[in-house]
């Protein structure tokens, strides 16, 4: 199922952001939003990125599409260099990958009509004859589940679930390679999760998409990944296939996520894992290992040296003092 193509490379991936105070925007830090990311999306593959909030899934998510400019590190897309873009480049990558965001009703222009929408993305990558967009906008609202006259209407007219059906067509319009879907699905009714989860799937094998697909909710991640990016604090911690994860996390910071999900099986019992404190601030994240502070398994270098993100396994990837080579 998954071939192991890579279509992306991220190689120690930085995304910094100032941190500024008074009328002079005195710098006083920066945010490490991201701080050092290795990570490869396969051809076909759904990476699955989760980790509590704030802890940098969007920012990743929002330079690896190049609506940020890195700050450090590489990119490369179908074996090409993407880290740095001209205008010219960047309109180019657009029609190559796409975003799906969180939130279906702030992603869309409520003064637009929906076909219009759709429409604008098929004409900025050359689609100029009106009659081919027309019946191309109807193709994609049909694909997503909404009606060809659909196109007529405006966002307020849709439910939230339809909503983000038009985000997708809209991400669909020019045949994209990769999407990246920003908790595409936290912002819906449980009940309309599913429909869209089936959707993407459907759309993936269809249309030869891969995906990163980024959550903070472990059900929704362990349904549709092949592979599992767990991230903490600016950095990936655990990677690896997703039964790997759910059947034999390495990382503590992993097994606590997991042992706050309910297990379906009532003879596994899994304790429950309270992660002491809150997550540390990324402008000044703790020494040596970042999770240490809140780490039940710290061991005497966690504080002093940054563990390194080894492959412990075939396929399976950690960064802790307690797996060492
Ligand atoms: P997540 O998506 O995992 O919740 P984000 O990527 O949104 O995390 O945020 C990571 C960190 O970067 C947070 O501390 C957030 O406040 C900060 N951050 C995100 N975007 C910006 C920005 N444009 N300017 C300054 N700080 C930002
Ligand atoms: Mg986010």
């Known amino acids: 199922m998954t071939a192991n193509n890579k279509l992306v490379e991220v190689k120690d991936l930085k995304k910094y952001y100032p941190v500024t105070a008074g009328l002079l925007a005195r710098r006083l830090g920066e945010v490490k939003a991201v701080d050092g990311v290795s990570l490869d999306i396969h051809e076909g593959e759904t990476l699955g990125l989760v980790g509590e909030s704030g802890c940098g899934k969007s920012t990743?998510?929002?330079?690896?599409?190049?609506?940020e400019e890195p700050t450090a590190g590489r990119i490369v897309f179908r074996g090409r260099d993407i880290s740095h873009?001209?205008?010219?480049?960047?309109?180019?990558?657009?029609?190559?990958?796409?975003?799906?965001?969180?939130?279906?009703?702030?992603?869309?222009?409520?003064r637009m009509r929906v076909g219009d929408t759709i429409g604008e993305a098929l004409l900025i990558h050359g689609m100029k004859d009106e009659g081919e967009r027309e019946r191309r906008i109807e193709e994609l609202l049909m694909r997503v589940g909404l009606e060809p006259g659909h196109a007529e209407r405006y966002p307020h007219e849709f439910s939230g679930g339809q909503k983000q059906r038009i985000g997708i067509a809209r991400a669909l319009a020019v045949n994209p390679k990769l999407i990246v879907a920003d908790e595409p699905v936290s912002a819906l009714d449980v009940s309309i999760q599913a429909q869209i989860l089936n959707l993407l799937a459907d759309l993936k094998a269809e249309f030869g998409l891969s995906y990163l697909f980024i959550a903070h909710d472990l059900s929704v991640i362990r349904y549709i990944s092949d592979r599992i990016a767990v991230m903490y604090l600016g950095k990936i911690v655990e990677l690896a296939p997703r039964d790997h994860i759910f059947d034999h996390p390495l990382h503590p910071y992993t097994e606590a996520l997991l042992s706050a999900v309910p297990v379906p099986n009532p003879h596994i019992k899994r304790e429950r894992i309270i992660l002491q404190g809150d997550v540390p601030s990324p402008v000044n994240p703790p020494s040596g290992c970042r999770f240490h502070t809140r780490c039940p398994k710290a061991v005497e270098d966690s504080p002093k040296i940054e563990p390194p993100l080894i492959e412990w396994e075939p396929g399976h990837w950690v960064a802790c003092h307690r797996f060492r080579k």
């Open 60 to 67: 990743l998510g929002r330079t690896l599409v190049r609506l």
């Open 85 to 110: 873009l001209d205008r010219e480049g960047l309109k180019g990558l657009r029609r190559e990958i796409q975003m799906v965001f969180q939130d279906p009703q702030a992603s869309l222009d409520p």
